[in-house]
């Protein structure tokens, strides 16, 4: 149960002198908001960000480009709004990493279309909060109007001219990472608080605070929430079993949201087909038969991922509930003279099984061989298992991962 922080009615020795005490704005960046805090704004949230050139241009340009911009004029939100500078030192940084690793640089438009996606709507909240909804002392769980991604925003005072807590009131918003433990979460922190706007409020965000809670300096990934092999809207990562003998089966056209670099890396000179869901990854038509779609014969129906090369790869986020030792069983297939056949899965970016290798079987691309892996230590919590083609022509159709100690 969340407890609310009581707060004292009516007006304090203290209280008076705080109002005419100046000197007390907290203030970052080049922009200082402070001002705006606790205003009526007569439009939309949308407009009220059209209303100010040169603070949020880099906001509407992707608010545009997801097509959100009727949610900001019509849905009840409440918006955490970035700065131009939040974006700025984002795309500096990330085109920094990328230039490390010899890698062209881009820009808010060349960014794939699902990184932006994941990481923009998180600022974008269902219903209206104002700063006294979040005063509580673990904060108030919140989602995101797409994805129904978990956020958590908690009401702070700072201080000022001596007094303790006796400045602007703030917010810290949280970046949970899907966890339920607040040591994992990413704090970011509002400049400016309670601006209403006709569908809901708006609370800025420091000048200092970096665009998607500083990721975009790793792969940012997140598991595929529109799967017909798991409960519709499923959005967490795939959950490995506890109990010793059991196994979880995922099937290979359910790798991460995230796009090209982040999520998968396909290459772009062969381009095949295009079933399942919108990517570049080549995703075969539909295989039909228990027999030759996965081991436990789950669905009766699936897709492979075909048309491969070597170099490729495809990451999924899964989840140890406690730590132990799998195995990974994949059902592979080839239908040309490629031989032998190699790949191999990486655990955070390591390889954890070394090259796997088969022959193709008699049947042709969709007669799957089932090639296990040695055993490999998970530890508990959040990872990315990622499958790596080390040899053209793999088609890849489903894996299980099987707990064994």
Known sequence: MMKKVLTMSGISLVAALLMIVSG??????DYNAVNESNQTFAGSTYD???SRPGVFDSLISVIDRLKLADTLKMQNVTLFAVTNEGFQQVVSKYNLSRKIRNRP????????YNFIDSLVTRYIIRGSYIADDFNYIDGKPITSVRWNYPMVGKLGTSNASGFMKGGPAYLDFFFTKKSIFSK???????????IKTSNGIVHIMEAVHPFGFGKYNEAVTEPYDNSLYRPAGVSTPWELPSVIGQST????????LGGQFIAYYDDPSTNGGKNYRPSDVD???LTKGKGKTDVGGTYGDSYSIGWTKAGEWLNYSIYAPVEGDYVITSRVGNGNNTTPLKFHYDLDLKNVTGSLTFVKGPGGWHDWIPVQSPTIHITQGNHVLRFFHETNDVQFNNFTIKRVN
């Open 249 to 256: 089966l995922v099937e290979a056209e359910d790798f991460d």
């Open 184 to 194: 994992d979460w990413v704090k970011g922190s509002t400049m400016a608080i309670n």
């Open 24 to 29: 007390c704005e907290k203030t970052q960046g």
């Open 48 to 50: 009220y960000l059209k």
């Open 105 to 112: 640089p881009v820009y808010l438009n060349d960014m794939a």
């Open 283 to 285: 995703t075969d038509i």
